[in-house]
C-alpha cells in the first residue's frame, strides 16, 4: 500500500494569460506520504495545488489521480475523482448560510447521497475528533479562526477523501491559534491520511512531513528530506528562502 | 367631443395592433362576418368603456356596492336586451377603448365617442344615439365677465388634449391660448383654481358638473357644427356589418321614443347619490379595493419577478451562450422600453392568441418588467459572493447546481434582500401603471372617485397618503427582518 502513487504530476505547466506561473513540475505522491511545499509569495504553491484538483485547469502536462489523467476528464468523472480528494484553503471559506453541523453534511447529503442520519452521525464523529463537537448548531461566524480552521478540516474529511490538500492552512490565524490546527494536521498525518501542505510552518514539516518540495521560478528546485531542507539546503534559491524564514522567526 | 388619445399614446396602440394584426392574419376584416352570430352564440354582449365620464358612464356606491351606470349603459343595456344577450362591461382607460375592439377584446365600445372620418378608418360605428352639444364652463365669479363665447377671446382655455374642443378652441377662438390635459377632473381641476379661464366640454358633462359644484357655471358654444363630429356612436371592430346592423334597430327605437331623455334623466339622480356625500370616508371601500388590488398587483409581481430574475442571472452564469444571449437580449429589451407599452402589450397583444383579463395581465407583463430588474440585482449579489465560496463547494465535488442552491444563491439573497425590498416598494408605485388597462388599483379607483365626486384634490391627497403609508411601513417591516437576519448569521 505504502508504494502506490496516489498522484502523479508530469510537465505541468499553467499559463494567466502570457504568464506562466507553473512551467514543469514533476512529482509523485505516494499513499501514507505527507509532502510540504514551501517557497516565495508568488512561486504558485497555491496555482499548483489547485491544479492537482482540477480548480484551476492547466495548460499542459498530466495531473493523474490514482492512474487517471485528470485533465482529459471532465464533468460527472471529475465530480466523482474531485470528491475524493480534500482540500483545506487558507481564509477557511465555510458557507456561513448554515450551521457547523450542515457544513459537514452538505456534500455526504449531496454528493454522496448519504442518509440525513448517517451524514449526522459522521459529522458529529468528526467534529468529536477536532474537538468541536459542541459547536455543532453555531454558525461559522461565531467561531475563532482557529475554530472555523478545524470545521474546515473535518468538512473535508467527512467526504472520506484519500488525500488532503491544504493551502496555508494557519497563515490566517492568530498565533495562539496555530497550534490548535497543527495538532488537527498532526493527528490525520500519525493516521496515515496522504497530504500535501503548502505550509512555512518549519516544526510541523520537520515533525510530520516526508519530503519538502522547494518551488520557485515556476519550477521545483529542491525536494529533501525535512531535516536536510531546513538546515542544509542545497539549492541556492533555497537556501536564501530558508534563511529569510529562520530569521524571520 | 370626448377625451381622445394622445399622439404619443396612438401610435403605440398603432405598434401594438399592427404587430398582434400582423401576427394574427385571421384577423383581418377579409373574414367572414361572424360578429353578430358570435354575440348571440356567446350569450353576452361585451362592452368596453372608460367609467369616469359623467353622466355618459361613471361608478356610483350604491348600498356599499359599486356599480357603473350612466347614459350609455342604459343604451348599452338596451341593445343587449334587444339581442336578448347578456351584457357584460369591461371598464378600462378611453384611451384603450378602440384597441380593446380591434383586438377582440369587446364586441363594442362605448363612451361619448365620436364617429370622425379619421377613427371611421380603423372601426366601424353604428347610428349616432346622441347628440349633445358643445359649451363651455366658467367659473360663478366670471358671468359677468364672460357672458358669451365671444368675450372668450384672448381667454386661456382648456380642453382634453386630442379632442374636438381642443381643436375648435384653437381654431375658432381668436388669440386664445389652448391648455391640454388629459382628464376632464383635472381641467375642472384647472379651472378651479384659475389656471385656465374657461374649459370646452360636453353639454352633459358640463350640466352635470354646474348641478354638483355651484362655483361652476356653463355658457354655450355657439359653434355650429358637423353632426358626425359631435355626436356619440358605438364603435365595432372593422367588418362587423351584421352586429352594427342589428345594434341600430335598436338605436332607431332609442331616438325614435327619446330614451335618452330618460335616461340622462336617470343618469342625474345617480349622480345625486354619488355627491349627496362626498367625503372621502364615504368613499373608504373605493381606496381599500384600490389599495388591494396594488398589494395584490406589486407582491404577486415581485414574487415571480424574483423566480424569473433568478432563472436570468441563473442563464447568464451558464456556458451556453445562446442562453446568456437571450437573457442579454430579453433584460435589455425590458429595460429599454417602458413598462406602460409592455403592460398594453400583453393585454391587447398577447391577448389577440389568449384571452387574458386585465388583472391578470397586469400581473403578468409587471413580473416580466420587474424580472428583468432582478435578474441584474441577483447577479450583483451572486458576483458579491466571495470566489473561496465556490471554490470550497467545488472541492467537495458538488455540481453546479447544488452549489448555486445550496450555497451561492442563499448568500447572495441574504446580500441583496434589502435591494428586493426595495424592488418590491417601487412596484407599489410603479404598478400604478396598469390602471390603463382596467384594473381598478389605487391609481384607477382615485380617478373613480375624482369624477364621482366633481372633488380634485382630496381624493389625490388621500391616494398620497395610502401610497406613502403602505410604502413606509413595508420599509419599516423589511428593516426588522433584515436585521433580524443579519442576526442569523
Ligand atoms: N486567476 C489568476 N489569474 C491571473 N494570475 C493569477 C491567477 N491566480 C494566480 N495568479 C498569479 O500567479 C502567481 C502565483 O500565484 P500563487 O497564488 O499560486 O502563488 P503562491 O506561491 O501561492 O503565493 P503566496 O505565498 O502569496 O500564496 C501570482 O503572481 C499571481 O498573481
Ligand atoms: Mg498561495
Partial sequence: ?249 | MKKNVKAIIQTILLVVTLLTVGLIQTNSAAAADTSLQRVKQRGELIMATSPDYPPYEFQVNKNGKSQIVGMDIDVAKKVAKDLHVKLVIKSMNFDSLLVAIQTGKADMAIGGINPTAERRQSVDFSKIYYSGGQSFLINSKDVNKYKSVKNLRGATIGAQTGTLQYGLAKKRIPNSTVKGMDKSTDLVLALKTNKIDALGIEKPSAEAYVKNDPTLKMIPSGYHLNKNDVGAAIAFKKGSTSLVNAVNKSIDQIKKQDLTSKYLASAGKYMKVNTVNTSMWHYWSYFAKGVEYTILISLISTLFGVIIGVVLALMRFTKQKWLRGLAISYTEFIRGTPLMVQVMFVYFGIGVVINIPALLSGIIAVSLNSGAYVAEIIRGGINSVEKGQTEAAESLGLTKSDMMRYVVLPQAFKNIWPALGNEFISLIKESSIVSIIGVTDLIYQLNIVRADTYRGVIPIFVAMVLYFVMTFLLTRLLNYYEGKMKHAG
Fill in chain 1, 1 to 249: 500500500m505504502q508504494d502506490k502513487n496516489i498522484l502523479e504530476v508530469n510537465h505541468l505547466s499553467k499559463k494567466f494569460g502570457e504568464n506562466e506561473i507553473l512551467k514543469d513540475i514533476n512529482g509523485t505522491v505516494k499513499s501514507g506520504q505527507v509532502i510540504c511545499v514551501i517557497g516565495p509569495s508568488g512561486a504558485g504553491k497555491s496555482t499548483f495545488l489547485r491544479c492537482l484538483n482540477l480548480l484551476e485547469k492547466p495548460t499542459s502536462g498530466e495531473v493523474k489521480f490514482e492512474g487517471t489523467d485528470l485533465t482529459h476528464v471532465d464533468g460527472k468523472q471529475l465530480l466523482d475523482l474531485r470528491e475524493r480528494m480534500g482540500m483545506v484553503f487558507q481564509s477557511f471559506n465555510l458557507f456561513p448560510n448554515m450551521t457547523v453541523l450542515r457544513n459537514l453534511m452538505l456534500a455526504p447529503i449531496r454528493v454522496k447521497h448519504m442518509s440525513e442520519e448517517d451524514a449526522k452521525q459522521t459529522a458529529m464523529k468528526l467534529l468529536k475528533r477536532v474537538g468541536l463537537d459542541g459547536k455543532a448548531d453555531a454558525y461559522p461566524s461565531s467561531l475563532s479562526g482557529g475554530q472555523q480552521q478545524r470545521v474546515a478540516i473535518a468538512r473535508a474529511l467527512a467526504m472520506n477523501p484519500e488525500v488532503m490538500l491544504f493551502d496555508e492552512p494557519t497563515s490566517a490565524l492568530d498565533p495562539e491559534m496555530v497550534g490548535e490546527v497543527l495538532e488537527v494536521m498532526q493527528e490525520l498525518a500519525n493516521e496515515g491520511m496522504t497530504m500535501v501542505v503548502v505550509t512555512h510552518e518549519m516544526g510541523f514539516a520537520k515533525s510530520v512531513a516526508d519530503e519538502v518540495w522547494f518551488m520557485a521560478d515556476g519550477y521545483i528546485l529542491e525536494r529533501s528530506k525535512p531535516a536536510e531542507m531546513f538546515d542544509n539546503p542545497q539549492n541556492d534559491r533555497a537556501k536564501d528562502f530558508i534563511g529569510k524564514i529562520i530569521e524571520a522567526k
